[in-house]
């Protein structure tokens, strides 16, 4: 089922999909989100109810629930500590306090699946150009089967995936959700 709340989907839903493609451990994989919890968990993460939903993905506690291997990166340190503390029970998760792209330029390792929610989609601001720049880092760090989820793509004209997705499309990515978040996988 679907759900909206205040015109929008519910960010859960698509990082359920993204979670059931990427399946259980073993192999464990790496997740890397860029842009941790901004907001505390005002309900149970995985509430069915409407009303009790605070719009609030909380993308982090669903990686780390999953048992993969997660880097949340955000430049924002209270951010930071935020998911260091709602986190905190969980040894897969890695907390950096870092620029995004600085992160991924530098990232010694292999990603399955790469979780861009950074920069906020504010007018004026090149959010969608800093989400491109973003996966241009991590281009050659992404492994042969890999995903990449988009937030924000339902607003200003294609939110933050206003100049990325068309790029994975032109790449041959195959676009498996859109709506709220953009889920693509790598191409075959």
């Not at 759900?3 to 994989?29: C, D, H, K, N, V």
Request: charged share 25%; hydrophobic share 40%.
């Amino acid at each position: 089922m679907t759900q909206y709340i205040s015109g929008r989907e519910t960010p859960r839903i698509y990082i359920q999909q993204a979670l059931g493609r990427l399946g259980s451990p073993p192999p464990e994989r790496t997740i890397v989100e860029l842009g941790s919890l901004r907001h505390a968990l005002t309900h149970d993460v995985l509430v069915e109810l409407e009303a009790e939903c605070c719009l609030y993905g909380h993308s982090t506690l669903h990686w780390a629930r999953s048992g993969h291997r997660v880097f949340s990166v955000d430049i924002d340190a209270h951010a930071s500590a935020l998911t260091r503390e709602i986190c905190g029970d969980y040894s897969n998760v890695t907390v950096m306090t870092d620029d995004g792209i600085h992160f991924l330029q530098n990232f010694d390792g292999t990603i399955d699946l790469l979780y861009l929610d950074a920069w906020e989609a504010k007018p004026g601001t090149d959010f969608a150009e800093r989400h491109l720049e973003a996966f241009e880092a991590a281009r050659f760090k992404l492994g042969n089967w890999h995903m990449i989820l988009i937030d924000d793509t339902d607003i200003e004209d294609g939110g933050k995936g206003r100049l990325l997705v068309p790029r994975l499309l032109e790449l041959g990515y195959n676009q498996v959700t859109s709506g709220r978040q953009t889920l693509l996988s790598a191409p075959a």
